[in-house]
Nanobody, 114 residues
Framework: QVQLVESGGGLVQPGGSLRLSCAASGSIFRANVMGWYRQAPGKERDLVAEITSGGITTSADSVKGRFTISRDNAKNTVYLQMNSLKPEDTAVYYC????????WGQGTQVTVSS
């Protein structure tokens, strides 16, 4: 049984920063991918960024230069540092862990508004 627990969402003004965390527990293989998707109201769930256990990262063009993904393999935790936030970043952010299949967190709301 794998569980993902997210934290760090909230309300922030445009230009502000937030840091999301996601801790995985259970039977975790050493080789895996962790990352974040987001879903805005009325839109599909889109990839934000992901990182392999070896540290290789992929991110959406819309967040490059603003968001940084990192992980602590010893803690099975992935982080998303979000800077220069824009109203269009408003969404529910979902953490996932991929090892054969995707395991998902419950989602955390990020709202960027003045």
């Amino acid at each position: 049984q794998v569980q993902l627990v997210e934290s760090g969402g909230g309300l922030v003004q445009p230009g502000g920063s937030l840091r999301l965390s996601c801790a995985a527990s259970g039977s975790i293989f050493r080789a895996n991918v962790m990352g974040w998707y987001r879903q805005a109201p009325g839109k599909e769930r889109d990839l934000v960024a992901e990182i392999t256990s070896g540290g290789i990262t992929t991110s959406a063009d819309s967040v490059k230069g603003r968001f940084t993904i990192s992980r602590d393999n010893a803690k099975n935790t992935v982080y998303l540092q979000m800077n220069s936030l824009k109203p269009e970043d408003t969404a529910v952010y979902y953490c996932y862990l991929r090892m054969g299949r995707n395991y998902w967190g419950q989602g955390t709301q990020v709202t960027v508004s003045s």
